[in-house]
């Protein structure tokens, strides 16, 4: 099977722009997550959707940041306006609806505010 | 905060078993014991998990005290491409609903030696 996948896998934008992260998780997972790291820092956990709906966003940062999964398939994370505190690598996470497995990762996209 | 106390690195001989300590004396009946594993600057990458028994897979064996305060993951003939950093994570179990979100640690940074 398709693992998931992140699109871009980099990044580079100017302070103040916007940027759209974009995650297509295994087919049939209901649950996708969004985690970070910044530079320096452990992995941090964003948001968790099961299907459509947000389960849990209590690791966003700030209102900059707004994910969406309409559909209950891909996910996109925007970040609106970009700050240089933002550079980090995103993973999107994703895992069956049922059962204690674990999460099958992304490769990760590296974003680059200058 | 992670819940779990991971020494910050260990070497190991290519060939040999690699045996990973990880602390988690305030675990809760109901939460499970994962090993996640970051190569390089890959994903993170699912290993393996238990709740109170030893548990063993193509990749690894986990071994859990009987008090469940402490686990050791087994890496029973280390290669060069074993070379990662390992996370330790404890996580509630959950039965007939959504799954919740891993918070990961510094982890074990694991290298393996020709």
């Known amino acids: 099977e398709a693992g998931v996948t992140q699109f871009p896998s980099h990044s580079v934008i100017e302070k103040g722009q916007t940027v759209t992260l974009r995650c297509d998780p295994i087919?049939?997972?209901?649950?996708l997550y969004w985690y970070r790291r910044v530079m320096g820092k452990e992995i941090k956990f964003l948001l968790h959707?099961?299907?459509?709906?947000?389960?849990?966003e209590s690791g966003m940062p700030n209102n900059r940041f707004l994910a969406e999964r309409t559909g209950g398939t891909y996910s996109t994370l925007k970040v609106q306006p970009a700050e240089l505190e933002d550079s980090g690598v995103y993973f999107c996470?994703?895992?069956?609806?049922?059962?204690?497995?674990?999460?099958?990762f992304g490769s990760g996209t590296r974003l680059t505010v200058v | 905060d992670a819940k779990t106390t991971q020494p910050p690195s260990m070497d190991c001989a290519e060939g040999r078993a690699a045996n990973l300590p990880c602390n988690h004396s305030?675990?809760?009946?109901?939460?499970?014991v994962y090993w996640y594993r970051q190569i390089h600057s890959q994903g993170p990458q699912y290993i393996i998990h238990?709740?109170?028994n030893n548990e063993t897979n193509e990749m690894a064996s986990l071994i859990i005290t009987e008090d469940r305060k402490s686990s050791t993951l087994i890496l029973p003939h280390a290669t060069l491409r074993d070379t990662a950093v390992y996370y330790c994570?404890?996580?509630?179990?959950?039965?007939?609903?959504?799954?919740?979100?891993?918070?990961f640690g510094k982890g074990t940074k694991l290298s393996v030696k020709p």
């Open positions: 996470a994703s895992s069956p609806h049922r059962g204690n497995n674990g999460y099958t």
């Open positions: 087919s049939g997972h209901d649950n």
């Open positions: 959707f099961v299907k459509e709906s947000k389960q849990d």
């Open positions: 305030t675990i809760s009946g109901n939460e499970y």
């Open positions: 238990g709740l109170k």
């Open positions: 994570i404890v996580r509630v179990a959950y039965y007939g609903g959504s799954q919740g979100n891993l918070i």
